[in-house]
């Protein structure tokens, strides 16, 4: 039969300054104190997607995206199910010169978010077909709701990025997140800027995913 080692009375608290380290099972016969969200690891830059079906006309939030980029807005590509994934593209702007398509959505910091902590939008994003003659960038503005129908200014902090090539990559974005808090509501808008007035095939941009980054506590 194994020994049993009690330690201090009923009401005795047993500090241990040093390590403790249990070889067996851990039983608590009492009701163990809560952990508060401030006393756990933080874990750093954890993806949240944003999916294509959530972002919306820029300057008509009550309407969906169309399916296929249009006047200034980008467009929801489904593609062919079982071929293709959902993606967001402009129109083919081959000759066009230079065009703007937007797309734009908001976003609630989750109870989770560790205050002031990362925050980064993340476009995985390039061009299909044919790249432009010209440029073609991508580019984030973020903005802090003052939950009464306004707004400060943007608080992303990186310049718009070339997305000139037909191998998709990763391109942050890193927003401002002095001040910011877990339920902070963001409005975000993400804009292409394709520039071509040569190629006689496709040119067409496109973001094949969009996420946020966070530092975040459980």
């Not at 070889?23 to 401030?38: A, C, L, M, N």
């Amino acid at each position: 039969m194994a020994d049993k080692i009690r330690l201090g009375g009923s009401t005795d608290t047993v500090r241990i300054p040093g390590d403790c380290r249990v070889e067996g099972d851990f039983h608590v016969g009492g009701t163990p104190s809560g952990i508060g969200r401030s006393d756990l690891t933080q874990d750093t830059s954890q993806e949240y997607t944003l999916r294509p079906e959530d972002w919306r006309v820029w300057d008509n939030m009550a309407a969906l995206l169309p399916t296929a980029g249009a006047t200034d807005d980008l467009g929801i590509v489904e593609g062919t199910f079982g071929t293709d994934s959902p993606s967001l593209q402009t129109e083919d702007l081959k000759t066009a010169g230079a065009t703007n398509n937007y797309a734009r959505r908001t976003f609630a910091l989750p109870p989770e978010y560790d205050s002031g902590e990362t925050i980064v939008v993340r476009l995985h994003a390039g061009m299909l077909t044919t790249v432009a003659d010209t440029s073609a960038t991508i580019d984030v503005e973020c903005y802090l709701s003052d939950e009464e129908a306004g707004i400060g200014s943007d608080i992303c902090a990186t310049a718009a990025q070339s997305i000139n090539n037909l191998v998709l990559a990763d391109k942050d974005f890193t927003i401002t997140a002095t001040g910011l808090a877990a339920g902070d509501l963001l409005d975000i808008r993400i804009t292409t800027a394709i520039n071509d007035g040569a190629s006689g095939t496709s040119v067409i941009g496109i973001v094949g995913a969009a996420k946020i980054l966070l530092d975040i506590k459980g």
